[in-house]
């Protein structure tokens, strides 16, 4: 579960808080009454400039909205088209803070003489996002590192939003019955607690360095622990190109990379029950020839008990075999309840369409005539239309991050424009999967890395 927010300084603050509620709140409000709520999420939602003017409103309150913002964009049916495509341009070009800022977060996670534990510390950042920003630097012994600070006021300023979010999950449910997005709202906003924890960013990054240990070609970084708090975070540095910079090259490499991301996915849900949850094309680098994969950003990490694994190998082998009632206890293993068969038929529709690729035994690409930000959203409008009749449906937490990562990774994919023969691969990663060998390596890898069980959320 995620920390107690009582137990956090920095969340309480009851002046940082509403602060940050009267600047987020004047934002938003003066979006709402620009756009109508009323028409936000009901029939005049396809107004782009209605879209933009609320993506332009979130934009200005910087921190965590705009994150949560971003994480709604990406998870299907959470929001129209047209708002899911402005929502996600709010992960780009965060401002990052000046070196007062990093002289004081410095000088209060690491003491006075902070410097001294540092060869050399770059003063601009070399990234920044929504809850803080990266710095490269060097240690005594040569090692060069990453340290990634956060911003001040971010857990106030999470909890602030956090409320924000949960107005706009209400509206939804008033414009939009057939989907109920409470236990989604829920979802993030354990997700979006977890991420101000540094301390298990680290132990997130232990985990998979122990998960992957038998890939040498998908590198974590090395966290520094003496170097690390709750709110600072060092780590080794990884050299490496992003992954837009290969958009260009030859289709054997342009697949040799989508192939590390499927393993680097796959293989830790398949044998440990965990998925990395951002989707994010910054968290991946390469080396010039592209022949090891760079993973990064651990904040999103989910951790699912091992029976919703198994639900996941039972919907694909149902959807394989076209077995209907098989397909609908696959559903109640993922945590729907109470459906009637028009739904589930309204429900398989989405799951054809994310496990299509691993129901063909043929090399293809992940979809055909879309684009990446577009990836999946004509199946969403068909999945309402059905629900319209045999709806509403409660969307379990569960389902949330599995279904975004599946997405990032796919729209990944499509600007690869990768293809591979995706049924064989992942048949590969679950040939041997056993619920109870899964249960009994995720148990031992939380207890090594200091995740207790009560990682498994939700």
Same mark, same amino acid.
């Given at each position: ?12 603050? +009851? ?6 509620? %009267? ?9 709402? &009454?620009? &756009? ?39 998870? !299907? ?34 003491? !006075? ?13 070399? *990234?920044? %996002? ?47 019955? =057939?989907?109920? !997005?409470?236990?989604?709202? +829920? ?24 998960? =992957? ?13 003496? =170097? ?29 990379? *989508?192939?590390? +991301? ?33 993973? =990064? ?7 699912? !008990? ?8 039972? +919907?694909?082998? &149902? ?10 206890? *696959? ?120 995740? *207790? &069980? ?5």
């Amino acid at each position: 579960m995620a920390d107690d927010p009582d137990k956090d300084p920095e969340r309480n603050r +009851l002046t940082a808080r509403a602060g940050r509620f %009267a600047s987020v709140g004047v934002s938003a409000a003066g979006a709402a &009454a620009s &756009a109508g709520f009323s028409a936000l999420f009901g029939g005049d939602a396809a107004d782009k400039q209605i879209a933009a003017a609320m993506k332009a409103a979130l934009g200005r309150t910087k921190g965590p909205l705009m994150k949560v913002a971003q994480m709604m964009a990406t998870i !299907p049916d959470f929001l129209p088209p047209e708002f899911a495509e402005e929502f996600s341009k709010l992960q780009m070009n965060a401002p990052s803070m000046g070196w007062p800022f990093v002289q004081r977060r410095m000088r209060g996670e690491l003491g !006075p003489e902070w410097e001294t534990k540092f060869q050399s510390f770059e003063r601009e950042a070399v *990234a920044a %996002a929504s809850l803080g920003q990266v710095h490269r630097a060097v240690l005594p012994d040569g090692r060069a590192v990453a340290c990634k600070l956060q911003y001040p006021e971010m857990a106030s300023a999470v909890e602030s939003d956090i409320g924000q979010m949960q107005g706009i999950i209400g509206l939804v449910k008033r414009m939009n019955r =057939l989907v109920d !997005p409470t236990e989604m709202g +829920l979802e993030i906003a354990d997700r979006l607690r977890e991420e101000l924890d540094y301390a298990r960013e680290a132990r997130h990054i232990a985990l998979y360095r122990l998960m =992957l240990a038998e890939r040498p070609d998908i590198r974590p970084p090395e966290p520094v622990p003496e =170097l690390s708090t709750k709110r600072l975070l060092t780590m080794s540095w990884l050299e490496g190109r992003p992954l837009r910079t290969f958009l260009d090259a030859d289709q054997e490499t342009r697949n040799r990379i *989508a192939t590390l +991301l499927f393993h680097a996915w796959w293989g830790p849900m398949a044998r440990f029950g965990v998925i990395h949850g951002d989707p994010h094309l910054g968290n991946y680098t390469f080396p010039e020839d592209a022949a090891s994969l760079n993973l =990064l950003d651990f904040g999103c990490v989910r951790i699912f !008990p091992p029976r919703f694994v198994q639900g996941v190998i039972n +919907l694909y082998r &149902a959807l394989d075999a076209n077995d209907l009632d098989a397909v609908k206890r *696959a559903y109640e293993d993922w945590g729907f309840g109470g459906l009637n068969d028009g739904a589930v038929e309204a429900l398989t529709v989405w799951a054809r369409f994310i496990y299509g690729p691993m129901l063909e035994d043929r090399v293809r690409r992940v979809a055909e005539g879309v684009s990446p930000g577009m990836y999946g959203r004509r199946e969403v409008i068909d999945v309402k239309t059905r629900l319209a009749e045999h709806g509403p449906v409660t969307i379990p937490r569960e389902f949330v991050f599995m279904d975004r990562a599946a997405i990032g990774l796919g729209a990944a994919f499509l600007h690869l424009d990768a293809e591979m023969n995706f049924k064989r691969l992942f048949e590969a990663q679950i040939e041997q999967f056993e619920l109870e060998a899964v249960a009994a390596r995720q148990a031992s890898a939380l207890a090594a890395v200091g995740l *207790a &069980a009560d990682a498994l959320s939700g």
